[in-house]
């Protein structure tokens, strides 16, 4: 194994090596065949690239984007510079255990590191010598080597490449109707290339004829290779694939399109292959931190924004979901058993939020027994007169409106570009709901005033929402569930249910969907997190799913609704507003956690008062979590800001590093989103909330579809409410108090308090009281029997309460069998949300109450996204019959399980 020159194993830093201020992927065109049986992806990708003509410096980036960022990154050479980053909602779970897993964790992913990762630094008919690759050191020598040749270099790991050549466009230049004698604007520079200036006419048709752009794309990805020496050399090295053209020394002079054949490989890194909960095979992409890097060679810079369009190949039987526009209809070849599916997205993004999931799922449809939607309805409580017709009159002007109005351009024969109607069948429960929610009329703050009128878009030109007056008035867009067979009624109960509602509550929070559709998968049990969002896709945990049966009302929705509700707001949150520095991840996580709470209150429709005791309730017990993580984590990692003022800098080629993105305790950190949150709450407690949701509608305004900074942010909010700064609370102070150090701000240790005396916190004090009493009841009676159970009316509590009393119970050193006993029945705990159950399972375990093992068990087997901890807590007591346990469930689900967590606990338990 060669020596990884490209990265000290002691750093945990990612590199981000794509030279993006030297060129820039305009357009992916994907065609890619899904092998189940071998566990690869295979195909080519090609890349349509833009060489920049100005280079970014550091002294530019330090000034922030401020105003028209999207027109002066990397050298103002793109347009549609839509800010995106893929983000990964990591267990949102206690943290109790940490600690102690800590140590363990760091050797083993130390060692992983090293260990783990072959270094092919020479692929397929790549020219590189052994010899020669031993000298280069990093993408920057190779760049300057002795030929002078310019480099492409793109990040990618775990990819087998067999050959990187030059697409010759020519015949496509000639047949298409663009005139190929252009000047290049942006350079001033008269091309000679007529291919370049057929290229350059290409990505700069107005985005009124996409359809046409797009067309072109395709029919230059499948052009022949280019006759004189096709074969570009190449090289790879862990993080990176380096291109380059003998003679062609700059960015200039490099081809504009590149075809890159590869393979992917079963264990790499960002595909995961496995299987779902009906035992069927599948694979989804699996997110961060490496993004997509181990599906396909690209350009990984958030600022790195490009359209795509892919072609996917996957067994018939098969669904493929995807990150596109529209609700793609497979062609089925019948020659293959193959089905072929086309996806594209109009909007520029990262290739990080590329999103793909390839398995036998079915589609959750409102059909169910009779019997079982009587309780949903009744419990729902939505049903009023619903109006099936209206809606689908709605959803008619609704579909035509989804993103792509404006569709001018000839569409070129032959293609397999393919739009579709959508399946008509997703619509009704959708629109059943759509309709009850018109009917109901959401109280809703009238923002007409602020946002409505007259959108003037900052970003570069794509066809956008924002501007679309009926995309505008869209409160639901389309949307489909799809899971396993055997979880298709829980997933007809919850997330089917809900999801329109949540979306309705979305769109009267946060206004205009930026995106025209949405797809929901219920991911395979061994998903590390609760949930992830992407463009047009959703992946939730089964941990989510409404618990228990039917008539355990509303409470057993609240996880899902809320949870469904973060991932939402992440479409502006993360995905159309995104992080410039992916080290500023409380950029998405933090809002997205703050924006939970409210648009699930307005999903539930609570009063002003309900929203406000239910959020200090959660605040509360987000406040227990982040105090107990501060307490058990390197304050290295506590950080917001690591970098402070360096935040969102590149080196000269537009390379950079995401801070600690490869720490494994990170993984398990929620700092990000937590302290976050609190940052939020405590500026909305200086303007007033609704002011500073009103606020975030303006912000979504101006800097939708680009990148920003944290100070973007701040600084906006202080120009819109000048009392702050008055009040000594200046941009310096909040980096000061929230960004750049670890450790909690003082603010939030006096409103604790605050939040620790709130009504709903106070019913769960006086309920925890009679469970205490209870316990001791039992206690001290030698051997008596107990004749008669104490008579003691508990007070109904929700989700979050319950949750509440188990936590303070957990404070607790003795609890009697009894109460043990008489806590679940009283709650029938078992029914309840993961969250509920997970507090339960570490009370049993602590308590080694040995008659609810079943429900330890329970729990590692199917909620493995939270069940990690529990591991530790299993083997920490030196318990035989709990470690066991503990080594019965993992060699249930060992096979299954997400790769890190079942290195952490197998380290753990064997
Ligand atoms: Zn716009």
Redesign the pocket.
């Known amino acids: 194994m060669e020596p990884d020159v490209d990265l000290n194993p002691d750093t945990d830093d990612l590199p981000l090596r794509a030279n993006t201020n030297h060129i820039l992927v305009r357009h992916y065109v994907l065609d890619l065949t899904v092998h189940f049986e071998r566990k690869v992806i295979s195909g080519s990708v090609v890349l349509f690239l833009e060489p920049c003509c100005g280079v970014r410096t550091k002294a530019e980036d330090g000034t922030g984007p401020g105003d028209g960022a999207g027109s002066t990154e990397a050298g103002g050479s793109q347009d549609g510079f839509v800010s995106r980053s893929r983000d990964v909602d990591s267990i949102e779970d206690g943290t109790k255990g940490l600690k102690k897993s800590m140590t363990r964790m760091d050797k083993m992913f130390g060692a992983r590191e090293r260990e783990g990762d072959e270094f092919q630094a020479v692929s397929g008919v790549g020219s590189q010598t052994a010899a020669e690759t031993k000298t280069i050191h990093s993408s920057h020598l190779w760049e300057t080597n002795s030929d002078g040749d310019f480099t492409l270099v793109l990040d990618c790991c775990d990819l087998d490449v067999s050959k990187v050549e030059e697409v010759d466009i020519t015949s496509v230049s000639a047949m298409s109707s663009l005139p190929s004698e252009v000047r290049c604007e942006k350079s001033g520079v008269s091309s000679v290339n007529p291919q370049a200036a057929f290229f350059q006419k290409l990505i700069s048709l107005p985005s009124s004829r996409w359809k046409q752009r797009h067309q072109l794309f395709l029919l230059c990805s499948r052009a022949p290779g280019a006759q004189d020496g096709s074969a570009l050399h190449f090289q790879r090295d862990r993080w990176s694939l380096q291109v380059r053209k003998k003679g062609a020394t700059s960015p200039q002079e490099f081809p504009r399109a590149v075809r890159i054949c590869y393979e992917t490989r079963p264990t790499g890194g960002s595909v995961r292959w496995t299987k779902d909960q009906d035992n069927r095979v599948c694979v989804y992409t699996a997110g961060s931190p490496i993004n997509n890097r181990a599906l396909f060679p690209c350009q990984e810079p958030p600022v790195a924004m490009s359209t795509w369009q892919a072609t996917v190949r996957a067994p018939s039987e098969c669904v493929v979901l995807m990150s596109g526009e529209e609700q793609a209809v497979p062609i089925e070849d019948r020659n293959t058993r193959f089905s072929v599916w086309n996806y594209y997205v109009t909007m520029p993004m990262p290739a990080s939020t590329f999103t793909l999931a390839v398995g036998h799922w079915c589609q959750v449809t409102a059909e169910i027994p009779p019997a079982l939607e009587r309780g949903v309805r009744d419990r729902t409580d939505c049903g009023k007169t619903a109006k099936p017709e209206a809606g689908s009159a709605e959803w008619t002007e609704a579909e035509l409106v989804s993103g792509l109005g404006s569709s001018s351009g000839a569409v070129v024969k032959g293609s397999s570009l393919q739009t579709c109607s959508r399946d008509q069948t997703t619509c009704s429960d959708s629109t059943f709901s759509y309709a009850s929610f018109e009917n109901e009329g959401l109280s809703v703050t009238d923002y007409s005033g602020m946002v409505d009128d007259g959108?003037s878009?900052?970003?570069g030109d794509?066809p956008?929402?924002?501007?679309e007056q009926l995309a505008r008035s869209q409160r639901v867009i389309p949307h489909r569930v799809f899971g396993p067979v055997s979880l298709l009624q829980k997933a007809q109960m919850g997330v089917l249910k809900l999801l329109p509602r949540c979306l309705a509550a979305a769109h009267a929070v946060l206004g205009v969907h930026p995106f025209p559709r949405l797809d929901v998968l219920i991911v395979p049990a061994g998903f590390s997190s609760l949930g992830m969002a992407s463009p047009h896709i959703i992946f939730l945990s089964q941990s989510v799913l409404h618990a228990g049966s039917p008539d355990s009302g509303e409470n057993g929705l609240s996880l899902c609704g809320s949870r469904m509700c973060h991932e939402i707001a992440h479409s502006w949150f993360g995905l159309v507003i995104g992080a410039r520095d992916w080290t500023e991840e409380w950029i998405s996580e933090g809002f997205a956690t703050y924006l939970e709470d409210i648009i699930w209150a307005q999903a539930q429709q609570l009063s002003l008062q309900e929203t406000a005791e239910q959020s200090d309730l959660k605040a509360l017990l987000r406040w227990r979590r982040l105090s107990d993580e501060l307490q058990n984590s390197e304050e290295e990692l506590q950080i917001l800001r690591p970098n402070m003022e360096n935040t969102g800098q590149v080196s000269e080629s537009g390379s950079s590093t995401v801070k600690h993105a490869l720490n494994p305790d990170k993984t398990f950190m929620q700092v990000h989103y937590l302290k976050g949150y609190f940052l939020l709450r405590f500026l909305a407690s200086q303007v007033g909330e609704q002011q500073f949701i009103d606020f975030f509608r303006l912000f979504v305004k101006k800097y939708?579809?680009q990148l920003i900074l944290s100070q973007d942010f701040l600084r906006m909010l202080l120009i819109i409410f000048p009392d702050m700064e008055r009040k000594g609370l200046t941009l310096s102070a909040i980096y000061a108090d929230w960004l750049d150090q670890p450790g909690i701000p003082k603010w939030l240790y006096e409103r604790s308090a605050v939040w620790s005396q709130a009504r709903l916190v106070e019913e769960v004090k006086a309920e925890v009281v009679k469970w205490i009493l209870l316990s001791q009841s039992h206690q001290g009676k030698g051997r008596k029997r107990k004749r008669i159970e104490p008579k003691v009316n508990y007070k109904e509590l929700t989700s979050e309460q319950l949750v509440m009393l188990l936590e303070l119970l957990l404070e607790e050193s003795e609890l009697s069998v009894a109460a043990m006993l008489a806590l679940q029945r009283t709650y029938n705990l078992q029914n309840h949300d993961a969250e509920v159950r997970h507090r339960w399972c570490e009370l049993v375990v602590k308590h080694a109450h040995n008659q609810a093992y079943g429900d330890v068990e329970h729990f590692l087997v199917h909620d493995q996204a939270m069940g990690v901890y529990l591991y530790g807590e299993l083997m920490v007591h030196e318990d035989p019959e709990q470690q066991a346990l503990a080594r019965r469930c993992l060699s249930l689900v060992q096979e299954d399980m997400d790769q890190s967590a079942r290195t952490v606990v197998e380290e753990m338990v064997l």
């Open positions: 959108v878009c900052s970003h794509y956008c929402r924002f501007t939708h579809g």
